[in-house]
């Protein structure tokens, strides 16, 4: 029941924000969720001072749910799925090179330039921390969050274009950031030689490789069975047991569940809703999983707030976590213009794209269940800080700017956006 009991809270907490935000601040849903929540957590956190006992029971709730585990292992897969039913997989195909650069060589060069600046600049603030984890945390806030990517450029209502080269990369980022992410890591507890390349390779092959295989399995097995039928209950139940068995399939098998459902998700939402699903099956399949997408986004993003409850931010983390975000930023910056300069001539680009390019890369939940994975045997606590610093100012700032700024530039639409909201 304690489990039942925590979700129970976060989805009556998520609930009563999302109504006071609609209500009265009318900001994007899944900021105003998490302002409130940060706000309610530093209220918190004074009456926790002041010697209110409430307040620690709310402290112990947060900090009983490990959140690595509940959006890695459990609501990734969904929300990546949901996210990609929407995704036009054609236009994405017509950026598939300058998607695949962003995603792979974006990430390793952001997660080299951001590690290598850590290294000098961290010393002067009396924080010496080994090279290694210095690259660690390169490899967990370089990669863009689907999730804060696909809940905000909705509102944005930018060119189409360049929202597919946006959300294609942060759809697929994930899986060379994991392979990063876990290399560096096996390094840091284990030492060089237990991260060879062969070794290296083997796991991105496992990973990302085999994701995305298994992904296009499942998608395809799942386009064969909603062709075969027409029944819309017995067919929204088959997407969500794609969802949920595939994923168990995937930590089975050691691959990349979030990889695989981005995969299966464009195929079903392709395929599926165009040749495999009746008018009827698909208007209670897009009702169902963008209600679903909006609970769970909703309970993240609460989530991610509530977390300022247990974690140990102090003015030397506020300030290195403000250099962060410029270091961050500048990496972003270089590890986007440099992959399309030398893709110029295929994928024409301007001074204004790169800028949305830049800003619009959101951090979100991804690097803060990263971060929260790493062991207290390394700087764990710093690290955690500062990655949480970088997406408050992300997800606040730049999600709040990035409309602004795309209608200032130009590249915005003129219509709002027809397709489900996610």
Same mark, same amino acid.
């Given at each position: ?20 935000? *609609? ?10 969720? =998490? ?32 959140? *690595? ?16 039913? *929407? ?31 850590? %290294? ?20 967990? $806030? ?118 695989? =459902? ?84 295929? %994928? ?29 045997? =390394? ?22 700017? $990035? ?20």
């Amino acid at each position: 029941m304690e489990l039942y009991n925590t979700f129970a809270l976060l989805v009556v907490i998520a609930a009563l924000f999302g109504y006071f935000n *609609h209500r009265y601040l009318k900001l994007p849903g899944t900021i105003g969720l =998490m302002v409130l929540a940060l706000i309610s957590s530093l209220l918190a956190i004074g009456l926790g001072k002041l010697g209110v006992q409430g307040v620690m029971t709310a402290s112990s709730l947060v900090r009983g749910i490990n959140f *690595h585990a509940v959006l890695m292992q459990v609501m990734l897969s969904f929300l990546l799925f949901a996210g990609s039913l *929407h995704v036009d997989v054609r236009a994405l195909g017509r950026e598939g090179v300058a998607v695949g650069a962003l995603a792979t060589t974006g990430t390793l060069l952001s997660t080299a330039l951001v590690g290598t600046a850590f %290294y000098y600049l961290l010393p002067l603030f009396g924080l010496p921390i080994d090279f290694i984890y210095c690259l660690l945390f390169g490899a967990l $806030i370089s990669p863009t969050d689907p999730i804060a990517v696909l809940g905000i450029l909705k509102e944005a209502r930018i060119d189409k274009r360049l929202e597919i080269r946006i959300v294609g990369e942060s759809l697929f980022n994930d899986g060379i950031a994991v392979v990063v992410f876990v290399s560096l890591f096996q390094i840091a507890q284990f030492g060089a030689r237990h991260a060879t390349p062969t070794v290296i390779g083997a796991l991105f092959l496992r990973e990302a490789v085999g994701g995305i295989g298994l992904g296009a399995g499942l998608g395809y097995v799942t386009f064969w069975a909603l062709r075969s039928i027409d029944n819309y209950k017995v067919e929204v139940m088959i997407t969500l047991a794609l969802v949920m068995g595939g994923t168990a399939l995937a930590t089975a098998l050691h691959t990349s569940g979030p990889l695989a =459902m981005v995969v299966a998700g464009l195929i079903v939402g392709d395929k599926g809703r165009q040749l495999g699903m009746s008018d009827l099956t698909r208007e209670y399949l897009d009702k169902f999983w963008e209600i679903l997408d909006e609970i769970l986004n909703a309970v993240l993003f609460v989530l991610i707030g509530l977390e300022m409850l247990v974690l140990d931010i102090n003015r030397t983390t506020l300030l290195v976590g403000g250099v962060a975000i410029g270091v961050v930023l500048v990496a972003r910056w270089a590890s986007v213009g440099l992959p399309l300069v030398l893709l110029r001539r295929y %994928y024409p680009f301007d001074r204004q794209t790169l800028r949305v390019l830049t800003w619009g890369g959101l951090r979100g939940g991804i690097s803060v269940a990263l971060a929260l994975s790493l062991p207290d045997a =390394m700087p764990r606590d710093l690290l955690v800080g500062i990655t949480y610093v970088v997406v408050i100012f992300s997800i606040i700032v730049q999600g709040l700017s $990035i409309g602004p700024l795309v209608r200032k530039l130009g590249l915005g639409t003129a219509e709002p956006d027809s397709t489900p909201a996610h």
